[in-house]
């Protein structure tokens, strides 16, 4: 490996494009210590630390996928979750009206549902914005001097602010994958997991020092992550390769001779993206009803109901990972179009006729799509399962395996395949040995 990292910043675009993203990154950690103005950052300290051992697992959750910036009232406090919830919205809508899909598909169209979505976007925001400014209120009942300003005033800054930075990292993950490494909104997420780690490491030292007999279930847990993540990367990488050949054809003045290839169907299509969007899904109306919760008793009792390890939260949970499954796969992966497209070249699948193509590659994604997403699924909910065998605390559990894994996982082989394929192009050595890193298409 040691050969490759020196050939990584010798290469100069390669080097600028770390950098770059590097300093991206230093942004994006530093306004997630960045509080509103009118916060109290010393009264929110000490709240916090005073309601450590009962804290609200919903706010422990969001404040996870936020690396640290929810507890902080920062600036950055909502994410990129906002964002990725529209995406999602846009995305189903070009599905239910077809209009809107005919609009995507005419020259500019794309650039067009863009502009809607991250109109979309700030919307998203100041609701969840809102539902914090109510948060802040019900702490400021117990905390005295939480609020440096009136409320009303308050409110007003925090929403433009909140949204304001939700807007800016949209503008960071953008810039990103444009003159950086990797996929911006994803690094994002992940640098906000890893920020986490040296927290929850720390938590886990606590909780065995209270107790030497847990450091076997320590153990135990730490073999079964080293595991899950090895089969994750090896789920990851397996393939399903449909035979594909191509007869003789003219094109122009040139003819083709007949070739043999395969369309290689990922073992999980859709990658990260069903877990992604079944937590952004779920954040949503839990941001809401959480925080607002304390002024409102009905949503209150929702968010005790979909609290993040209640049993309802991970019954919705795996269906809506399973339900995005299929779905991106149907968006990213129509069988229609491959199939169009093969004949259109002249091409045919050994031992299927030409009308049945679609039915055959539907079948084949049927078959894989399902235990994929299962698979998905299980990880996703390994928190929970954790907690509740070994009583470990929030943030160690979420670290250990669940959506957390599946990102860190994904992000980091995206982030490697695509320095790998910059190491090439300059004819370096790759970062491994044998075979090649394949992206997970984030």
């Known amino acids: 490996m040691a050969s490759p990292l020196v050939g990584m910043f010798r290469i100069k675009e390669l080097r600028e494009r770390i950098l770059f993203t590097f300093a991206m990154l230093v942004v994006f950690r530093i306004g997630a210590v960045f509080p509103i103005p009118g916060i109290n950052v010393r009264e929110l300290s000490a709240y916090f630390m005073s ?44 599905i239910v009206f077809p209009k809107l899909k005919k609009i995507s598909q005419e020259d500019g169209g794309r650039k067009k549902i863009q ?32 609020l440096n300003i009136n409320f009303v005033p308050f409110s007003i800054i925090a929403m433009l602010t909140v949204t304001t930075g939700t807007m800016f990292l949209m503008w960071i993950g953008e810039q990103i994958t444009k003159r950086g490494i990797g996929n911006g909104i994803s690094l994002l997420i992940f640098a906000g997991i890893v920020a986490r780690l040296p927290q929850a490491v720390w938590e886990l030292r606590t909780w065995v020092q209270e107790d030497s007999s847990r450091l076997v279930y320590v153990i135990v847990v730490l073999v079964l992550f080293v595991a899950v993540v090895a089969l994750v990367v090896f789920e990851q990488q397996g393939q399903r390769k449909i035979p594909v050949n191509y007869a003789k054809r003219v094109v122009g003045r040139k003819m083709y001779g007949s070739q043999n290839t395969y369309i290689p169907f990922k073992i999980n299509p859709s990658g990260v993206i069903p877990v992604i969007f079944a937590s952004s899904i779920l954040m949503f109306p839990l941001q809401i009803a959480s925080t ?40 990213t992966l129509n069988p229609v179009e491959i199939a169009k497209q093969i004949r259109e070249n002249g091409g045919s699948i050994p031992g299927i006729r030409s009308e049945r193509i679609e039915e055959y590659l539907t079948k084949i994604l049927n078959r894989i799509v399902l235990p994929g997403s299962l698979y998905l699924a299980f990880i996703a909910i390994i928190p929970s399962i954790i907690q509740w065998a070994f009583d470990f605390p929030t943030s160690i559990s979420y670290i250990l395996g669940g959506t957390s894994l599946l990102i860190m996982v994904g992000v980091d082989l995206d982030t490697m395949s695509q320095i790998e394929g910059l190491l090439k192009m300059h004819h370096h050595e790759g970062l491994t040995k044998k075979g090649r890193l394949r992206s997970r298409n984030l």
């Not at 690396?67 to 070009?94: D, R, W």
């Not at 991250?118 to 209120?137: D, E, K, N």
């Not at 005790?304 to 968006?331: C, D, E, H, K, S």
């Open 115 to 146: 502009k809607w979505q991250r109109y979309g976007t700030v919307g998203v925001c100041l609701i969840q914005s809102f539902a914090v400014t109510q948060y802040a209120q019900s702490i400021s009942r117990s905390v005295e001097n939480l």
């Open 51 to 94: 309601h450590a051992n009962t804290g609200n697992p919903i706010v422990d959750y969001l404040d996870f996928f936020a690396g640290g910036a929810f507890s902080n009232f920062s600036v950055f406090m909502l994410g990129i979750m906002p964002y990725i919830s529209m995406s999602i919205i846009m995305q189903l809508l070009l």
């Open 292 to 331: 607002v919760g304390g002024n409102v008793a009905w949503m209150g009792r929702i968010a005790q109901v979909l609290r993040p390890n209640g049993t309802w939260y991970n019954i919705l949970y795996v269906l809506l990972i399973v339900f995005f499954a299929y779905f991106y796969t149907q968006v």
